[in-house]
């Protein structure tokens, strides 16, 4: 390979595009619905514990409070919800779950349209090809980031979902993990 194909391979956009996350990440529902740039939003598979809220209309999954948080970072349950796509009481992939039970959802982060429900969702990466499609033009591109956001929310196409008890104890045992992973990989480098 010459230096000009390797040059070009590094600079190719699409090498940046945002790669399909193939193993359930455990986020907050926290981590979703208050990223302020769509850009940066899980993109793939995730597992996300909340309380399931039924509305007449579709299902949410409403943020649980984390006790051992400092009271700064720390929301009341229920203050942040996450549209969940995909999910009835009836499927076969749902255990017996009710109104303001706990859960674990497991399934696929997208955008959804909020202004046109039944319109196809979109991906981070979707998102982020679009973008690349406008090229350098910022004026374009800020002129989509801004629709997106206007007409867009984060939300969860549900494949399976578990009933759990202790919802506040569980979300903090992984977020401890979280943290002793991220040390580990530090003390390596």
Not at 91 to 114: D, F, K, M, Q, T
Request: proline letters at 6%; aromatic letters at 6%; a negative charge.
């Amino acid at each position: 390979m010459s230096d000009v194909d390797s040059a070009e391979s590094i600079n190719d956009p699409a090498e940046h595009l945002p790669k399909y996350c193939d193993f359930f990440k455990h986020l907050l529902v926290e981590e979703l619905v208050l990223e302020p740039d769509y850009r940066q939003i899980h993109y793939g598979k995730c597992a996300v514990i909340g309380r399931l809220c039924a509305i007449p209309d579709y299902f949410k999954l409403e943020n649980v409070t984390v006790p051992h948080l400092p009271s700064d970072y720390r929301l009341p349950t229920g203050a942040v919800s996450l549209l969940l796509l995909n999910f009835t009481y009836d499927s076969p992939s749902v255990e017996s779950l009710a109104h303001a039970g706990y859960c674990i959802v497991r399934g696929e982060v997208v955008l959804c349209n909020v202004q046109k429900p039944n319109s196809p969702t979109l991906t981070t990466r979707g998102l982020h090809e679009q973008l690349l499609q406008l090229g350098n033009n910022e004026q374009l591109r800020s002129a989509l980031l801004e629709k997106v956001q206007q007409t867009h929310r984060p939300a969860l196409s549900v494949w399976h979902t578990n009933r759990i008890d202790q919802a506040e104890e569980l979300i903090q045992r992984r977020l401890e993990i979280r943290l002793l992973c991220k040390d580990s990989i530090s003390w390596g480098q």
